[in-house]
């Protein structure tokens, strides 16, 4: 709503672009979960991302901690291959740890595992994680490019993206936790030395010129934690100016 001034679309002078005029928007609503049983409340997940890619539309999911993007990934199964892009203080890459495989530190892990994913790149790495080095190691060995905040900001937002396979699909996957904790403070496991909204901006920017982005998810906004509501405030911006961006230059073309 903060951002609904009454006339269509959002007008950007420094693209001379309105992006969203003319996306039609839908909310589906929830996923039914059962509390405590993740498997039955990632099946709802991917039910509803299976409706979604059925009626045309481009899915943007909303969470939830990471671990619902495992369900988002699966949704993607026969129709083709895609490449994730994450962005991410974490690289959420453990295979098991106390039985747990299915949560918010293992969805890179199961993604990788899926056969129409053809490859990762996880941008935005830093700090403590609960993946150990051999979750790196194991990431490489499938070809995951693993890059930092600092290390992108050596390289340049261009340079970057060139790693990044081109004219295939991607699927974008955004924890909120990739931001610097100044500006998105909402969070579960806030990790310093993260991006900055143009940052992470042009990387989706270039993202829709350099492929078809087909799905999109951006989760770990805890609202208990957002006392300002500012990274709620950060999560609406990315994500309306992702939309519009993928809405006009996919044309149409999604799957
Ligand atoms: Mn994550």
Known sequence: ???????AGAYDHEDDVTYLDGVRIVDIGDADIVHTDTERSHLAIEEGVRAILAAGALPVVLGGDHSVNIPCIR???GRGPIHIVQIDAHLDFVDERHGVRHGHGNPMRRAAEQDHVTGLSQFGIRNVSSTAKEGYVAARALGSDILSVRQIRKLGVDAVLDRVPAGVDYYLTIDIDGFDPSIAPGTGTPSHGGFLYY???ELIDGLTKRGCVVGIDL????PDYDHSGMTAILAAQILLNA????ALRSGGNQR
């Open 75 to 77: 949704a993607f199964a």
């Open 243 to 246: 939309i519009g961006r993928v």
């Open 1 to 7: 709503m903060l951002f609904s001034f009454g006339h």
């Open 219 to 222: 989760v770990e906004v805890a």
């Open 199 to 201: 940052e992470v901006l």
